[in-house]
């Protein structure tokens, strides 16, 4: 019976760990600081290896850091301006659309603006990793202590013990996980000393650019609060005024994002149709032995902390298992609260126990390393068994720590190296992006969308490219625009709850075929509906309805899974370095932008989705608009006498010239929201959904011009109005 994947990197890591074991009993203990000095820089530059040594190959993790994280801060890059993004999903509240957008500084975009694309990766890899050591070191040396070989020890277990840090993570929530440590150290353990604040001022700055405020802080700030715990009460309540500061500092710079998060939330799928439920007991199980398949190697670091534990006096006893199963626990218990009954439904949609495990590590290391010292100088001795307080246990567990250190950095190599193979490194996504930026002879001249097969091409790069999309998008998405593609462009249905918003978990296997047959996969109707003009896609497709508009060879495919494990290795491996071409299909019919409707159709209020989804599919394409009867006053009509003449989309903004002779209808391919407001010679006019995924207006003989703003409230400038009552720019709107 062959090995599951699990099985056989856990294999890996305890053959690792035994090999370690052998050769860590050689190594002498005795080594001085400028030995260990040079011992972690090649500890960093081994643990973020596989992001560096291939140059612009190397790796990135696809489906997180490329499509989640990287890809949010080039479409910011990219942004011209203005709350509105007409480019991501079919139009979208930019600020509200994924974990980064909206923040006013970025240390990723930065080094994105500053560097190329392999090379910001290779270096905000490397920058996170080291940083997550160096600021363990400090706890551990300075703060607690501890010789220069367990510091060292725990220092390596450190980056190699939070998936977030060693897989990915480092473009989604930036330094946020690798922050922590150091944070501690400046926080909790230099507090009295000379030039503290200095000290709080440069994390509160690196940390405000550099994090994700609903996942790596629910860790950090929990983590500082109880390594605060741990040294006294006292000590916690002396470094709240630091961790305001740090707060404050990040609540400026990322102030419009969660504002627009908070606003946009309500129109959401997630919030609508995500109901919070409290665990069962068999739930609470299994999210607590989930941690076997990511903190397997902590949970050996949490038993010998407990066993250690609870061989101290009453007092010690109580305070240190008190701050760990807090720690462990807080998480699930956050979880528990019925956030939608207090009116705070957005906190029900947080995966708490997952954000704040991380923080478990640090807290661990932190009492293992004060607990190990403490045994060391016997200054509790009295309370100890004196086997644990002797030389050679301490060696013996250093060595078992940098033992699970190695293993776990193999372990993740391999887990990496397979990923690579798999999605592909850095280098599909600039040869995408090299593609679609030189190659814009297919592009049409009126506005398009795209919609990518994402096997090797993260949805999110065309947008890079200058290239408006209906997927693509992460976070809060739009009801209906979620609705339209679960229940009708998918032909596989998917409860899109994990927001990634595109042709996901199809059921295809994209390494197996020579070509795959389109209409398997979406409804074109709907996909033509809603302005879509063009399928990229690494692998050929074919269909009645599409055409491929590029010229390639069809011997030019990317690597396939139908040889040997030899040959698909090869394959794999040098497509890598010379990655397949992308491919452009036109699909036979799509409807523009902005476009007349030729006939109204009122339905039924109780109508579902897929039955509205199934008529929008059958005769969308014909230019027919199906309304709800509640959304609209008039009746239907049809052949209607409406012209128009231009539009010109700019940013929170569509402009239209028409001419009417009678009553019709304008239908505008952008998804409807409440914030969009419409207006001719200063009256305004009713906007209302069409079609569950579009907006139109109702247009009477004399309108020649029409308006549409996007006019959602900013942070700054309703904060200056309800304090001086004054308007101010959007600090956001460049």
């Not at 080094?111 to 694309?117: C, D, K, R």
């Not at 670091?301 to 101290?312: D, E, P, R, W, Y």
């Not at 060391?376 to 050679?392: D, R, W």
Request: net charge positive; glycine share 6%; with cysteine.
């Amino acid at each position: 019976m062959p090995l599951s994947f699990f099985s056989l990197t856990l294999l890996i890591e305890i053959l690792v760990f035994l090999v370690a074991i052998i050769f860590l009993r050689k190594l002498s203990y005795d080594i001085g600081k400028n030995h260990l000095n040079i011992l972690g820089f090649v500890w960093i530059a081994w643990v973020s290896l596989e992001f560096w040594v291939f140059g612009p190959h190397s790796f990135i993790h696809g489906s997180q850091d490329l499509q989640v994280g990287l890809s949010t801060h080039l479409i910011a890059l990219s942004h011209l301006g203005g709350n509105y993004s007409h480019s991501l999903a079919g139009g979208t509240d930019l600020a509200s659309s994924s974990l980064a957008a909206g923040q006013l500084v970025s240390l990723e975009r930065f080094l994105l603006h500053t560097l190329p694309i392999w090379l910001a990766n290779s270096f905000a890899q490397v920058l996170g990793k080291f940083v997550g050591f160096w600021g363990t070191y400090l706890i551990c040396r300075k703060g607690i202590k501890c010789t220069f070989i367990l510091s060292f020890g725990l220092a390596t277990f450190f980056t190699v013990s939070i998936h977030y840090i060693a897989v990915y993570g480092t473009w989604v929530h930036g330094l946020g996980y690798s922050l922590t440590p150091i944070s501690i150290y400046l926080v909790v353990f230099r507090y009295g000393k000379p030039y503290y604040y200095s000290g709080i001022a440069v994390v509160a700055l690196v940390h405000a650019i550099s994090s994700s405020p609903t996942h790596s802080d629910i860790s950090f700030y929990s983590a500082i609060a109880f390594s605060g715990i741990l040294l006294s009460w006292r000590r916690l309540i002396s470094i709240i005024p630091a961790m305001l500061i740090i707060l404050f500092t990040s609540i400026i710079n990322w102030a419009e994002s969660i504002y627009a998060k908070y606003l946009i939330s309500p129109l959401s799928y997630r919030t609508n149709n995500i109901i919070q439920q409290t665990d069962e007991y068999t739930d609470l199980i299994e999210k607590l032995s989930s941690l076997k398949t990511m903190y397997i190697e902590e949970m050996i670091l949490v038993g010998f902390c407990i066993a250690t534990i609870i061989t101290q006096n009453v007092l010690r006893k109580f305070t240190k298992l008190s701050i760990l199963f807090s720690a462990l626990f807080l998480g699930l218990i956050l979880e528990q609260i019925p956030w939608n009954a207090l009116g705070l439904s957005v906190f029900g949609t947080i995966n708490f126990f997952a954000y704040m495990t991380p923080s478990i590590v640090i807290i661990v290391i932190i009492i293992v390393a004060s607990l190990v010292t403490e045994l060391s100088q016997q200054k509790v001795a009295v309370f100890q068994p004196k086997s644990i307080a002797t030389p050679v246990f301490r060696q013996f567990f250093v060595t078992i720590l940098l033992a699970l250190s190695i293993s776990q950095s193999f372990k993740y190599k391999f887990i990496n190296l397979s990923t690579w193979l798999s999605e592909g490194g850095i280098s599909q996504t600039q040869s995408n992006l090299t593609s679609l930026k030189n190659n814009d002879y297919w592009r049409p001249k009126e506005p398009f969308r795209v919609v990518s097969i994402p096997y090797r091409l993260a949805p999110q790069i065309p947008i890079y490219a200058g290239i408006d999309t209906l997927d693509g998008n992460h976070s809060v998405i739009s009801n209906n625009i979620t609705q339209y593609w679960m229940n009708g462009i998918l032909k596989n249905y998917r409860n899109i709850d994990d927001s990634y918003l595109g042709i996901y978990d199809t059921g295809v296997d994209f390494k197996c075929c020579e070509r795959y047959s389109v209409s398997e996969l979406v409804n074109l109707n709907l996909l033509g509906v809603l302005n879509v003009s063009h399928l990229l896609s690494l692998v050929p497709l074919e269909g009645k309805k599409i055409i491929e508009v590029t010229n390639f060879s069809s011997k030019q495919l990317p690597a396939r899974n139908t040889g040997s494990t030899i040959a698909r290795f090869n394959s794999y491996l040098k497509q890598n370095f010379s990655p397949p071409p992308l491919r452009v299909y036109q699909l036979n019919k799509y409807l523009p932008r902005v476009y007349v409707a030729k006939k109204l159709i009122k339905i039924k209020n109780n109508t579902t989705t897929k039955e509205l989804l199934s008529l929008v599919s059958d005769s969308g394409l014909d230019r027919v608009a199906f309304v709800y009867n509640s959304n609209i006053k008039i009746e239907n009509f049809e052949n209607q006498e409406i012209e128009i003449k231009s539009f010109d989309i700019k940013s929170d903004k569509i402009l239209l010239k028409v001419s009417s002779k009678k009553v019709g209808m304008i239908i505008i391919n952008v998804p409807f929201s409440p914030y969009w407001r419409a207006e001719s010679g200063g009256k305004q006019l009713n906007i209302f959904p069409v079609n569950l995924a579009q907006m139109a207006i109702i247009v009477h003989p004399g309108i020649d011009k029409i308006s549409l703003n996007y006019s959602r409230p900013n942070f700054w400038s309703e904060l200056w109005k309800l304090v001086f009552g004054m308007k101010i720019k959007n600090l956001y709107s460049s």
